[in-house]
C-alpha cells in the first residue's frame, strides 16, 4: 500500500507540475501558483510518507509534522502557503509562480524525483 501511495504522489505531482508549466507559458499566473503548489503539497507529502511511512490527512497534520520534524520543509511550505491563499483574491505576477516553481524543483531534489 505504501508504493501505491507513493506512486500516487509522484504521478498527482507531475501532472501539476505539468500543468502548471502549460499555464505559466499562456501566462495565467494564478492557475500557474495554484498548481506548482499542489505539485509542492504532493511532494511534500511524499517525502513525509518515505520519511515515516504515512501521509498527513490535512493542511493542518502536514505543517505540524513539517514544523516538528523537517524544517526544511516547513520553511518551503510555510513560505509559499500564503500566496496559494492569495491566488484566489489577488493577481499572482510571474516572479512569484517562478519562486514557487524554484520552491518545487527545490522539494524535487529531496524526493529524487525530476519534474
Request: no cysteine; net charge neutral.
Amino acid at each position: 500500500m505504501q508504493n501505491e501511495k507513493k506512486d500516487i504522489l509522484e504521478k498527482t505531482a507531475k501532472e501539476y507540475f505539468s500543468a502548471a508549466e502549460d499555464e505559466f507559458k499562456k501566462e495565467r499566473y494564478n492557475s500557474a501558483v495554484v498548481l506548482y503548489f499542489k505539485a509542492l503539497i504532493s511532494l511534500s507529502d511524499l517525502f513525509i510518507l518515505i520519511n515515516t511511512g504515512k501521509t498527513p490527512s490535512s493542511h493542518t497534520k502536514r505543517f505540524q509534522i513539517a514544523k516538528e520534524s523537517y524544517p526544511e520543509v516547513y520553511n518551503l511550505l510555510d513560505k509559499d502557503f500564503p500566496f496559494y491563499q492569495a491566488s484566489y483574491s489577488q493577481i499572482m505576477t510571474k516572479e512569484l509562480a517562478g519562486v514557487i516553481k524554484d520552491d518545487l524543483q527545490t522539494m524535487a531534489k529531496k524526493v529524487k524525483i525530476e519534474l
